[in-house]
């Protein structure tokens, strides 16, 4: 069975800092995708970051990066120079196996990002 | 580009009343999800729609939710009748079926409140 495990419940970071958001992953198994959502107080879920297990580099979009270790079954999100508005809730996601016909996301439990100023 | 629109973004009923749901996908988005997200966890997928096509609906409690997707477009779901339990955030989601990863893109959900 697919499992994404978030140890992190909250975590509190200096603006400007580098922030890892921890994310470990369970699956058979070997076409995989895992993304990284940003769910702010407003409720909608943003997509931020797709990285397939067969990627040889890892993913990278603007101030985000995923750090992917595919033999510790690792997917961090790693978000450079904080900002204010980054404060929000995290959701590690994978869709297991990748292929047509199976599109569901399993989602971890998140981590609560809050940026101090 | 307009996004995934809900309505409406709060409900608040009795119990055993029923409740319905609304949601606009992105155009051109043939695939739809519907996801409730109880506090504090992550979002848990309901049913999923290719076109107008039910294709996932294990996760579906079946003998008081219900779903429909007229058209490929629009999409409603209903709970009749509603229990406590059933309290949580609804969202929907859409995806084109051709980006890499086929991410899925979310609306901001209705948050349900079953006094």
């Known amino acids: 069975a697919q499992k994404i495990t978030q140890t992190q419940p909250g975590m509190f970071v200096q603006e400007k800092e580098a922030v890892t958001l921890d994310c470990t992953y369970d699956?058979?198994?070997?076409?995989?995708?895992l993304f990284w959502y940003k769910q702010p107080s407003s409720g909608e879920m943003i997509f931020l970051i797709y990285?397939?297990?067969?990627?040889?580099q890892n993913a990278t979009e603007g101030r985000y990066s995923l750090n992917f270790q595919k033999a510790r079954k690792s997917a961090n999100l790693v978000i450079s120079a904080s900002q204010l508005g980054d404060s929000a809730m995290y959701f590690c996601?994978?869709?297991?196996?990748?292929?047509?016909?199976?599109?569901?996301?399993?989602f971890g439990t998140g981590t609560r990002l809050t940026i101090i100023p | 580009e307009a996004g995934v629109v809900q309505s409406p973004r709060y409900k608040i009923i009795e119990k055993k009343q029923p409740v319905a749901f609304w949601c606009n996908p992105i155009?051109?988005?043939?695939?739809l999800y519907w996801y409730r997200q109880n506090l504090g966890q992550g979002p848990e997928l309901l049913i999923r729609y290719e076109n107008e096509e039910a294709v996932d609906d294990s996760q579906l409690p079946k003998d008081r939710f219900s779903a429909e997707r007229l058209k490929g477009v629009d999409s409603t779901l209903k709970i009749q009748p509603a229990e406590l339990g059933d309290s949580a955030v609804y969202l929907c989601?859409?995806?084109?079926?051709?980006?890499?990863?086929?991410?899925?893109?979310f609306g901001p959900g209705t948050r349900l409140t079953v006094l």
């Open positions: 996601a994978m869709r297991s196996p990748i292929n047509f016909g199976n599109e569901k996301l399993t």
């Open positions: 989601a859409s995806s084109p079926g051709t980006a890499r990863g086929n991410e899925q893109f």
């Open positions: 990285q397939g297990s067969y990627d040889e």
């Open positions: 155009s051109g988005h043939n695939t």
């Open positions: 699956t058979s198994d070997q076409s995989y995708g």
